[in-house]
């Protein structure tokens, strides 16, 4: 059984020339008893990324697969021609400045959903390098959103065994590199979630442990690079609050979180406008963001007071 299963693992790429190699050396170094693809989608790199991939895929003809942009789509449109030509029964993703460091990982992960089918997916710690502390060329804003301070993802997020879609909305990030889930339909995803370019990953594992869960193994089987070229590093942080606000606000007209998760939700759009409040360069800065926010915050505190009073109400008539 095990040797007609097939594994897609997309790597999305964008001037990562100094990093690529090491990414496809990790997948490439797994042991497996099934087969895999590699299918890369590149936004038009600038540097040598592009060279180099050309010579793994001459390498690995039958194994690579690899698809080009001319113009910078930017990284909603990548992950979208991406996970257009994943066809495997399931898929991996990982960033081509990340690598995976145990050569048994996608085994044991493939083994665990084989075995469980009521997980939609399985994920790992990973330990984090930062360089940016060290980097002549980083600003100020990298250096203070850098992760200097954490070895491992589960430092600063809650992981449990049964991972599910409320620990996602309490804003616990998996690394994108470490999660294996079961291959689906994504156009309703990609149609429903125009343009998202900030906190995509967050985004599209909440729509896949919609009416699900993940398993989470309690080992770091992966490296995600703390440097100043991520996209994470080089968007101011109120910017990453107010997209998260955008997405929780989506979520609210979605079918599953908006019958079962409304509640969380409002907290956790109140918890973004709170840090947009807290955040010094919003004061000092961006006052007009600054009296907004706390508009808002009030706004959606009294629609929290609102929406738990009812919900307790309700649960007392049912008892009597």
């Known amino acids: 059984m095990m040797n007609n299963l097939t594994v897609s693992i997309g790597i999305t790429t964008h001037n990562h020339e100094l990093f690529i190699a090491e990414a496809l050396d990790s997948i490439l170094s797994q042991n497996t008893n099934f087969s895999f693809e590699i299918v890369i989608c590149d936004d038009a790199s600038s540097d040598s990324t592009i060279s180099i991939i050309e010579k793994y895929k001459a390498a690995n003809p039958n194994k690579i697969k690899v698809y080009y942009s001319d113009k910078n789509i930017g990284p909603f449109e990548n992950a979208k021609k991406l996970y257009g030509n994943l066809k495997g029964k399931y898929i991996a993703w990982l960033d081509g400045d990340d690598y995976w460091t145990n050569s048994e990982k996608l085994h044991k992960q493939i083994i665990f959903l084989e075995e469980n089918p009521d997980y939609v997916g399985c994920f790992h710690d990973a330990l984090i390098i930062s360089n940016i502390q060290n980097d002549s060329k980083a600003g100020d804003q990298e250096k203070k959103q850098a992760l200097h301070h954490y070895k491992f993802y589960s430092q600063f997020n809650r992981y449990s065994s049964d991972f599910y ?28 979630y125009n343009n998202i370019n900030i906190s995509q990953n967050w985004l599209i594992h909440l729509y896949l442990i919609r009416n699900s869960k993940f398993y989470y193994f309690n080992e770091a089987w992966s490296v995600y690079r703390d440097h100043a070229g991520g996209i994470s590093k080089t968007i101011a942080q109120n910017s990453f609050k107010k997209k998260n606000i955008y997405i929780y606000k989506k979520l609210l007209k979605d079918t599953y979180y908006k019958k079962h998760h409304a509640i969380k939700i409002l907290y956790g759009i109140i918890n973004e406008y709170r840090q947009i409040l807290y955040n010094e360069a919003t004061y000092q800065k961006e006052r007009k963001m600054f009296y907004s926010s706390l508009f808002y915050y009030v706004g959606n505190m009294i629609k929290l007071f609102f929406k738990e009073g009812k919900y307790f109400t309700g649960r007392y008539l049912k008892r009597q």
């Open 165 to 192: 879609p409320w620990d996602l909305l309490d804003r616990n990030i998996i690394p994108t590199a470490s999660l294996l889930f079961r291959n689906g339909d994504y156009k309703e995803y990609f149609n429903t």
